[in-house]
């Protein structure tokens, strides 16, 4: 007999109406109720409920922001923002996102922090209330990273560089930001949406391009399911447009269509950490505090547009340049042309065993500590009792969105409640019986480790 712990909560969201858009003190052993968690280290949060009647410029929906921080992490080097999409579906579905372990990863192996930004938008809200930054919700987003570093004890964190992840309306609030910070940028990932579209058409107010803009690498990443979208304001037809655009510029910008997906986030991942990876290896400055650095373009890769042809060095390659597709590095080129081929990116080696197994025979439960696998991320985790397996957690991996993950995947590429503890019950341990436990981790694309 075998059962599997895992953490469940029953969700209740309060948005207080109070008259003016401060930040809500909550700290270390409160609950979000978005979330049901402890904000304990290494989670912070900060609280801006809506205004009964804002001002003019104010945010006029409310929003909460949690950051996650590395343990033992001395210095934060920047900043990755997790930005879900527009309507009360995906603002529910986001509370999790600063708890995403393959995210997490990412940041950690660039001493970086994870913030996922939830906002408390109803269904009968216009997304422009805080897609548009200029709304208010760039104001308050910079305000949340200074209270988050005094709350987290990094007063670095209110300065350090971002790296922008943006879905839908995401990327609409991403390419705004770009305008208006350009210098805190470090890379920018398009899941789906831009601004561009909307402007060009006059459907928006048309922002300055500062030249500092366009020294950010850029990924843009529609579905090719929105193909039929209405152009330019279509996720397909915008970011196409914005690519040309900017590429014409010089902008080392990417054009990355998912052959399988929609306006879904899918597998992006895959694509969008690596990316990231690499942006931030070539940006973040050496001393923190000191500005970004400049990418040296002709060290990229390029490729042709919407093509599958292999990329090359930038040196060697022979087509048009102001229409080619730039990379940051020879790794992200041959998971780019992984994902534009099918959908998928491919992974020739096993997750890292996990550490730390402990036994607590009162309750049977067996706990352990895991990596996780960078190129893949984790599906599940078989348990072995005397070199027998026992059990497997989750017993059936799946996810509707892309791979199977054992955080499960949400619409907007965020883990579904209940989040799951790195724990299993045997109830052979509460005998008092000595066993040998291991436990084996697997990664999406079934490799174990060794």
């Not at 029953?10 to 003190?25: D, H, K, R, T, W």
């Not at 080097?77 to 600063?98: M, Y």
């Not at 970086?112 to 209330?129: D, I, M, T």
């Not at 040309?244 to 997906?261: H, L, T």
Request: glycine share 10%.
């Amino acid at each position: 007999m075998k059962s599997i712990t895992i953490l469940t909560s029953i969700v209740v969201i309060i948005f207080p109406l109070v008259p003016s858009v401060n930040a809500q003190e909550r700290g270390p052993g409160l609950e979000l109720p978005s979330v049901g968690f402890p904000v304990a280290p290494p989670y912070y949060a900060v609280e801006y409920p809506a205004p009964v009647k804002a001002k003019e410029g104010q945010l006029e929906i409310g929003v909460t922001y949690t950051l996650w921080i590395p343990g033992g992490l001395k210095k934060v080097r920047g900043i990755i923002v997790h930005q879900h999409g527009c309507g009360d579906g995906s603002c529910k579905g986001s509370v999790t996102a600063a708890h995403d372990l393959h995210w997490q990863e990412l940041a950690r192996k660039n001493d970086c922090a994870l913030l996922g930004p939830s906002f408390h938008q109803l269904k009968k809200q216009n997304c422009r209330l805080w897609c548009d930054p200029r709304n208010g919700s760039a104001e308050v987003f910079v305000d949340s990273l200074e209270k988050l570093a005094k709350k987290s004890g990094h007063p670095e964190v209110a300065t350090a560089p971002w790296c922008l992840w943006g879905h839908s309306g995401g990327g609409f609030w991403s390419s705004l930001m770009q305008m208006a910070y350009p210098e805190r940028i470090a890379a920018i990932w398009f899941q789906s949406g831009t601004a561009f579209g909307y402007w060009e058409a006059g459907q928006t107010d048309v922002p300055e391009i500062p030249a500092a803009a366009m020294k950010i690498p850029m990924m843009a990443n529609p579905g090719e399911k929105e193909r039929e979208g209405k152009p330019p304001t279509g996720a397909w037809g915008g970011s196409l447009a914005m690519f040309k655009a900017y590429r014409a510029k010089g902008a080392p910008i990417a054009f990355a269509p998912d052959p399988a997906s929609g306006h879904e986030t899918r597998d992006s991942r895959y694509l969008a950490i690596p990316f990231f990876d690499a942006c931030l290896k070539l940006r973040l400055p050496d001393e923190v505090g000191n500005p970004l650095k400049d990418l040296d373009m002709s060290k990229g890769w390029q490729a042709p547009l919407q093509s599958e042809e292999a990329p090359l060095p930038v040196a060697d390659y022979k087509g048009e340049m102001a229409t080619a597709v730039w990379l940051p590095s020879e790794r992200v080129a041959r998971v780019w042309l992984d994902f534009v081929k099918t959908g998928a990116v491919d992974d020739a080696t096993p997750p890292p065993a996990p550490t730390g197994i402990k036994v607590d025979k009162s309750s049977g439960t067996i706990s352990w500590k895991a990596e996780i696998d960078f190129e893949s991320g984790l599906q599940a985790f078989i348990i072995e009792r005397d070199g027998k397996k026992i059990g497997q957690l989750p017993e059936k991996a799946n996810n509707r969105f892309g791979r199977p993950l054992y955080q499960g995947m949400s619409y907007g590429d965020t883990p579904v409640l209940p989040l799951k503890k790195f724990e299993f019950v045997d109830e052979e341990a509460q005998k008092g019986a000595d066993h040998q436990y291991r436990v084996i981790a697997v990664n999406t694309l079934g490799l174990k480790s060794e």
